[in-house]
């Protein structure tokens, strides 16, 4: 199985801050690498996909970037609603694998 | 636009079979370059994904679960579901449908909400 690690496993930033976070595979995985935005007792939310691809409806305060091993999900502004737990996820191979995620909460 | 519902009971004893059914709604099951999947996450945990099937009845499983794993569909329903034999503490989890979008990078594009799933006696 493809291991997928992400970091920071957590991070504390204000409205309006610029958030990175990077999730590397255990081996190379081409641009076969999506982002979810997932809250509380809601559906996962599908951010970006093939490493940098917008899914419409996605503010473009978000972006990716990255390919083979290692990838990075940016938000350029963060607002109130995007506070949340982010996973990436490999699809390059099965079974499907997920990073461990990574919180971002109100500093 | 397509919605995703999981449903089935949210209480199983061990050893037992969970089952759970996932109703598409705003679409049809058989339309598109999709699979369906069950995707689950116990508390505190990360997300697993179970299994994955085509509408021609072809499946995909986690090895970590293939042994104890049936992903089934229904199209004249719109639905697929699940079961999960011999079941323990372990599989205490939130389970989740979603749909695969293998048309590009395979990815999960839509989602259920979620359904708790309590294995206890």
């Known amino acids: 199985d493809i291991q997928m690690t992400q970091s920071p496993s957590s991070l504390s930033a204000s409205v309006g801050d610029r958030v990175t976070i990077t999730c590397r595979a255990s081996?190379?995985?081409?641009?076969?690498l999506n982002w979810y935005q997932h809250k509380p007792g809601k559906a996962p939310k599908l951010l970006i996909y093939?490493?940098?691809s917008l899914q419409s409806g996605v503010p473009s305060r978000f972006s990716g970037s990255g390919s083979g091993t290692d990838f990075t999900l940016t938000i350029s502004s963060l607002q109130p609603e995007d506070f949340a737990t982010y996973y990436c996820?490999?699809?390059?191979?099965?079974?499907?694998?997920f990073g461990p995620g990574t919180k971002v909460d109100i500093k | 636009q397509v919605q995703l519902q999981e449903s089935g009971p949210g209480l199983v004893k061990p050893s037992q079979t969970l089952s759970l059914t996932c109703t598409v709604s705003?679409?049809?099951?058989?339309?598109?370059?999709?699979?369906w999947s069950w995707i689950r996450q116990p508390a505190g945990k990360g997300l697993e994904w179970i299994g994955r099937i085509y509408t021609s009845g072809s499946t995909n499983y986690n090895p970590s679960l293939k042994s104890r794993v049936t992903i089934s569909v229904d199209t004249s329903k719109n639905q697929f579901s699940l079961k999960l034999s011999s079941v323990t503490a372990a599989d205490t989890a939130v389970y989740y449908c979603a749909r695969l979008d293998f048309g590009g990078n395979s990815e999960f594009d839509c989602w259920g909400q979620g359904t708790l799933v309590t294995v206890s006696s």
């Open positions: 705003g679409g049809s099951i058989s339309s598109g370059s999709y699979y």
């Open positions: 996820q490999q699809s390059y191979s099965t079974p499907f694998t």
């Open positions: 093939a490493a940098s």
């Open positions: 081996q190379s995985i081409s641009s076969y």
